[in-house]
């Protein structure tokens, strides 16, 4: 338990950090990202069919996701690791509702929420801990509620650490990680990936899920 409190710690200081200037890259990162953008429409459409509970955005950052998916009219909050960047996502959108929290212990009722996304979130955690996240995720969501998990795809390779520019991260075979989301309790609704876009190293993975 200490060493993953470590790497919680050492992820939020990293993050804290570069805060500024990553809100300042990724504001309008949606805009060119037409694929992206119709994965987020797919996800906000799943969710509005359960009609029940909010939906949360884990790991959400300066929180331009959480605002874009407001605009799909979700009822949405976020959390983070972060306080410089929850702090960042208040300011930036004073309508919405930030948390500060971690994604594998959320204070949240058994079944609260109707979705859950997790936008290059999940990439952080050592891979051994991720079935713990997941399960924390169906914990958390509705029976029926929508998931949707965006990564960055190892292309065919293991799972394996890159040099992330704020903290390490790792690349999933897609179907690796669509495995422990079954295990965990989800059955997938659908995927897809997409190949690196101008400035960006590797392909995009993701996965839409229902929890069972």
Not at 34 to 52: C, H, I, K, M, S
Not at 117 to 124: A, K, L
Not at 129 to 140: G, H, I, M, N, Q
Not at 179 to 187: E, I, Q, S, W
Request: charged residues 25%; negative net charge.
């Amino acid at each position: 338990m200490t060493e993953l409190r470590s790497y919680l710690c050492a992820t939020a200081d990293a993050y804290d950090a570069v805060a500024v200037r990553y809100a300042d890259l990724v504001r309008d990162g949606l805009d060119c990202l037409p694929l992206d953008r119709a994965v987020l429409a797919a996800f906000a459409e799943l969710a509005r069919a359960t009609g029940t509970g909010p939906v949360a955005e884990l790991g959400c950052g300066p929180g331009y996701v959480t605002a874009h998916l407001r605009k799909l009219e979700l009822d949405v909050f976020g959390v983070d690791l972060s306080p410089v960047m929850i702090d960042l996502a208040r300011e930036a959108y004073p309508d919405l509702r930030f948390e500060l929290g971690s994604m594998d212990a959320l204070d949240l009722a058994d079944g609260e929420l109707g979705g859950i996304v997790s936008w290059y979130s999940v990439i952080h955690a050592p891979p051994q801990e991720v079935p713990s996240y997941l399960a924390e995720f169906r914990r958390t969501l509705t029976v029926g509620g929508a998931l949707l998990l965006a990564f960055f795809e190892s292309e065919g390779g293991p799972v394996e650490a890159f040099d992330h520019k704020v903290t390490t991260a790792y690349r999933w075979p897609i179907d690796d990680l669509a495995g422990l989301a079954r295990d965990a309790g989800f059955v997938e609704v659908g995927r897809m990936l997409r190949e690196p876009g101008e400035g960006e190293r590797y392909r995009r993975g993701h996965l839409l899920m229902r929890a069972q």
